[in-house]
């Protein structure tokens, strides 16, 4: 299994409040010069993107306190992926809890919080189920041949009005609404909703691109189709990085995302 990671602040903000776990590593509080690509040893393993809210320390601190639950997890996924949706549940009430904490300890992390999308290679065999899963507007996207087909369902304002019929994908990335979310890891229980996928992993090689709401608003679908399901993993990477850094201010947040090709 082949990982290219990617996580950078942007061209504008002054640091990096998104997170990576990849397969056991955390990528947090960085911002990478390049994309990074390794090789996973297991058929098996969860990776995750995740984006912190509140703020410089906030958002930091809860994204790095997701990354640590999956971390605690990182070989658990000998199981089903309808086991695999309850240990991520589990997982994600466990940040919810250490959050809490967190705020109790300092008000002035109150607003803390984090999305996160990922995808799970489990099953009783050798990783034949794959479990998709996602909280906020983080994504998953499965690569085909010149198109990205999305995998994860935002929990989001202009998603729901994607789903009423009122705007396309396009009309998602440029609303003046597209950072309302409708779910997020925070201290408050009622704010986590987790939407769950389910898929057959198969024999054919599969490659997925997971990413940050700040890589989909800052990019169209035709822009990331170019750069992530016409080329090869680690070429993608670069020129998609690249891509993003020279928007320049058009590019306004924090920008992170995994290639993980099986």
């Not at 009430?93 to 809490?100: A, G, L, S, W």
């Amino acid at each position: 299994m082949r990982i290219v990671m990617y996580s950078n602040r942007g061209p504008v903000r002054d640091h990096n409040e998104d997170a990576l776990f990849a397969g056991g590593n955390i990528v947090a509080g960085c911002s990478m010069t390049a994309p990074l690509e390794v090789e996973a040893e297991t058929a098996r393993g969860c990776f995750a993107v995740i984006d912190g809210m509140g703020g410089y320390e906030g958002g930091e601190l809860a994204a790095r306190l997701v990354a640590a639950s999956f971390l605690e997890a990182a070989d658990a996924w000998r199981i089903s992926a309808k086991a695999g949706e309850e240990r991520i549940e589990a997982i994600l009430q466990d940040t919810v809890r250490r959050i809490t904490d967190a705020v109790a300890g300092n008000a002035g992390l109150s607003s803390m919080g984090a999305a996160l999308a990922g995808l799970v290679f489990c099953g009783d065999g050798d990783g034949e189920e794959m479990l998709i899963f996602n909280c906020g507007d983080c994504r998953v996207y499965r690569c085909q041949t010149g198109y990205l087909e999305k995998l994860s369902h935002d929990h989001s304002v202009v998603q729901d009005l994607y789903d009423q019929g009122e705007l396309d994908e396009e009309g998602m990335r440029t609303h003046p609404r597209k950072n309302i979310i409708t779910a997020c890891v925070s201290a408050n229980p009622a704010d986590l909703k987790v939407s769950f996928r389910e898929l057959s992993r198969g024999q054919e090689k599969q490659r997925f691109f997971l990413c940050s709401d700040g890589v989909w608003e800052a990019l169209s679908i035709d822009d990331l189709e170019a750069c992530v399901a016409s080329h090869s993993a680690s070429e993608a990477a670069d020129m998609l990085a690249q891509k993003l850094i020279a928007l320049g201010e058009d590019c306004r947040d924090n920008v992170s995302f995994l290639i993980v090709e099986t």
